[in-house]
């Protein structure tokens, strides 16, 4: 049996690393199966024999990762973000770089470690997509023509060309661990900021944000997506713009070149959007049109019992899985499924009544983007 020197990775699963077996099984993770050891066929890498013994599973055969590894000329490491174990062969590495890993990306936050060094928090791409990283004395720092530069130069907002760090890495999300050189680039704005509209264009995707989280008036910003662009939850996991939905929550990674129209439009880099069960905050243009709409829906009876003026009405934008509205006619029922199964958002208005104490508040969901009447929330 032959193996190619080249880059392997072995899936593993979270439980595969755990001490406690008990645990594991009792999560599902792991499962007990029944093989046997082979001493009578031997394992050969490029023609010379080992050590190595299969072990055959259902008639297929199996060998110890870590502890054989060295004998195939490989380094061993974990990749805690993506669960996997990466086996790299040494040869194929420079010299005293083998044991280095490297991101490209944007600083997302800069701070001043407990030991005197700076951390910086850095966005990325691929299976380093969110890193930690010491930057001290030992750093080789420069910008992108090799000029050195100070850590107390270092923002939020600047490109990172190249990130060395390593050979350690904190087994925690996101990774943290020593920087051997970092290339600093150019510098881009940053903003959070509310989406206003999201829409898909012929090249491809086009937000407009509003440069306020807390639905203020405010100039608005256009951003084109390009092939570049990076749109990741709060967890740093990559999101698909038709995700994005209007009132959401966003930082934005942009410019700093903008055109002077009015909104400016910007190429944007990076977005990291706030997908929690709250949504985000609407646009007050947004805020009234669904007062409006809420009120005009409302019976003559149901008015009778309101406390709360059509511009005192409460509206939140919601996840759909957790509004706690309750559909009444067959379209109804389907357009709030359909919601649900794409994690879609919900525009709920909300009254004070005289019936409060007894049933609670009244409650309208609509459908943020088509604007139809999804129903009333559940009452007491």
């Known amino acids: ?20 077996t008990a645990a594991v099984e009792a999560s599902g993770f792991l499962q ?12 050969s890498v490029d023609g010379s024999k080992t050590s190595m013994k299969p072990v055959f599973i259902n008639g297929q055969a199996y060998l110890p990762a870590k502890s054989e590894a060295a004998a195939l000329g490989y380094d061993v490491t974990y990749n805690a973000r993506e669960k996997r174990l990466e086996l790299t062969n040494k040869e194929e590495q420079g010299p005293g770089e083998q044991d280095l890993i490297r991101m490209q990306g944007i600083i997302e936050s800069v701070e001043t470690g407990t030991d005197g060094s700076t951390r910086i928090t850095v966005l990325g791409r691929g299976g380093s997509n969110w ?5 001290d004395k030992d750093t080789v720092l420069t910008d ?56 898909k264009t012929d090249d491809g995707w086009q937000v407009t944000i509003n440069n306020s989280v807390n639905g203020e ?22 999101l698909e713009f038709s995700k994005l939905k209007a009132g959401q929550k966003v930082r934005a990674y942009y410019g700093p070149i903008m055109t002077k129209s009015l909104p400016p439009i910007s190429p944007v880099f990076y977005l990291v959007a706030d997908t929690s069960t709250a949504a985000g905050t609407l646009s007050p243009a947004a805020v009234a049109e ?3 709409l ?3 829906t409302l019976t003559g009876d149901q008015k009778s019992h ?45 009254y004070k009544t005289d019936q409060d104490e007894l049933i609670g508040p009244l409650s309208l969901g609509f459908d943020s983007d088509s604007k139809a009447l999804l129903g009333y929330g559940i009452r007491k």
């Not at 190619?4 to 001490?19: C, D, E, F, S």
């Not at 709360?308 to 957790?322: I, Q």
């Open 1 to 20: 049996m032959k193996l190619n020197k080249k880059k392997v990775i072995i899936v593993a699963t979270l439980a595969g690393l755990m001490a406690t």
């Open 306 to 350: 309101l406390k709360s003026k059509k511009e005192e009405a409460e509206v939140t934008l919601v996840n759909a899985a957790d509004s706690g509205i309750l559909a009444s006619t067959d379209e109804q029922k389907k357009a709030l499924a359909d919601l649900k199964a794409k994690g879609g958002s919900i525009v709920v208005v909300s």
């Open 131 to 135: 890193m930690v990283l010491s930057v």
């Open 217 to 238: 008036s405010a100039t608005a910003v256009v951003l084109n997506s390009g092939k570049e662009t990076q749109v990741v939850d709060q967890e740093r996991q990559p």
């Open 290 to 292: 669904f007062q409006t």
């Open 294 to 296: 809420s009120w005009n």
């Open 32 to 43: 007990k199966v029944q093989g046997f050891l082979r001493s009578d066929i031997t394992v």
């Open 144 to 199: 992108s023509q090799g000029k050195k530069l100070d850590p107390k130069s270092l923002k939020p907002g600047q490109d990172i060309q190249e990130a060395q760090y390593g050979p350690i890495v904190a087994m925690s999300y996101p990774g943290q661990s020593h920087a051997a050189k970092v290339i600093v680039g150019s510098d881009h704005l940053v903003k959070d900021a509310v989406i206003q509209s999201v829409k």
